[in-house]
């Protein structure tokens, strides 16, 4: 195979991930943006972390929320907890990574915020005391995960949202990932400004 059918290859890849995916996540999305909304208009916030790709789409998310997606509007609380570097490696030097999350959700989150976590895997660590911690917090979660969901799985309650991609190749899942906050940032958008 030449780099050019390579490269054609994954397009039609991701392009097919994207069509099956729509019917099995377009619920899954929209009652997460409506629980954020019904957090946001009762003055709460959402903090949102991953590792990897999945943090820089955590600042991602949180910067269209504080700034703007498609239209002007008052920005939305919103924080990535994978963007404060000194705070990361505090915390990972002197308790460990896996609570580089979970010990800023313990000092910031309160009841009624909510975690949105990206796991390709679903088995990252840090990733799932980030979960018990905002449970600890009487906090909602959005788990966004790839494959089978992994070990986060047997954390999220019956209150907590999954948007599960059916994919086990990260790259595959990252790209749905983008989509999906596009998605959920749209939607947030519609709900607040009652955009048709």
Known sequence: MNLTSRIHAHFEESARLKLLSAELLASPIAEAATLIVGALLVDKKVLTCGNGGSAALA???????????????????ALALSADNPTLTSIANDSGFSQVFAKQILALGHSGDVLLVMSASGNSQNVLDAIMAAHDRDMRVVAMSGGDGGSLMELLSENDIHIGVPHETTAR?????????HCLCDSIDCLLLGVE
């Open 173 to 181: 899942i990252q790209e749905m990932y983008l989509l999906i906050l």
């Open 59 to 77: 600042q991602y998310f949180a910067a269209r929320m504080l700034n703007r997606f498609d239209m002007e509007r008052p920005g939305l609380a």
